[in-house]
């Protein structure tokens, strides 16, 4: 699934690279996070990414079903990869992974 949704937003020519992970959600289980290089680097400014984001995702929906689109979606710079160049996709989750480590050994404080 992942693969796809890169694929959908690779072939939106305002993206230049994309990486997508699930993240912890308190409810779902997990849910969809793009992360996606935007061909023009102003769209990184505050106001220009949020753009971008609606942008993509209003792209997004036609091309992918609902399910498949993703629940969050942030433009950065650059992504991690690997010497080959691929994604690698464990430093992006890495944050959300903390936060809910975080909230589930809260719970068990209480």
């Not at 992970?21 to 505050?46: I, M």
């Amino acid at each position: 699934m992942p693969m796809e949704i890169e694929a959908a937003l690779m072939a939106l020519p305002e993206v230049v690279a994309a990486a997508v992970v699930g993240v912890p959600h308190p409810t779902l289980g997990e849910e969809v996070f793009a992360f996606v290089v935007p061909a023009d680097l102003n769209a990184l400014a505050p106001a220009g990414e949020a753009a971008t984001a609606l942008s993509l995702q209003r792209a997004l929906a036609t091309i992918l079903p609902l399910p498949l689109r993703p629940a969050h979606l942030r433009t950065t710079a650059v992504l991690p990869t690997t010497p080959a160049g691929l994604p690698v996709r464990s430093p992006l989750q890495q944050p959300f992974l903390s936060v809910e480590r975080c909230v589930v050994e809260s719970k068990g404080l209480e």
